[in-house]
């Protein structure tokens, strides 16, 4: 069950390093790291995308992890691979997405 607690929070405060990295200009917060279109877009985008990752990792939560017997080295290289590495990336090439997505369909 903690792995759907984990993930989100994770993701939830690379975003928000994201927006505390990015530059204030005129007054507006620009989202230039991404390069994303707009300040209302990259919330959008990040409000989608934390909405479809918990809907994601429900079904990961219920059905538990399987045991293996391996060493813990083993089993923590893997789940820091897989959970830490995809909880560190995903959320930027998922919101850039989401966001290409918006201007696309003329919602940003």
Do not use: C, E, W
């Not at 204030?24 to 300040?39: C, D, K, Q």
Request: aromatic share 8%; no cysteine.
């Amino acid at each position: 069950m903690d792995a759907l607690f984990n993930i989100p929070i994770l993701g939830f405060i690379l975003q928000f390093v994201v927006y505390l990295v990015n530059v204030m200009v005129n007054g507006h917060i620009a989202p230039i790291i991404m390069g994303l279109a707009t300040p209302q877009s990259a919330i959008l985008s990040a409000v989608i995308f934390n909405a479809v990752i918990i809907i994601g990792l429900i079904p990961l939560a219920l059905r538990g992890i399987s045991y293996k017997p391996l060493g813990a080295a083993a089993i923590l290289r893997r789940n820091l691979l897989v959970y830490g590495l995809g909880g560190v990336l995903l959320p930027f090439i998922g919101i850039k997405a989401i966001d290409v997505m918006l201007v696309a369909v003329g919602l940003a």
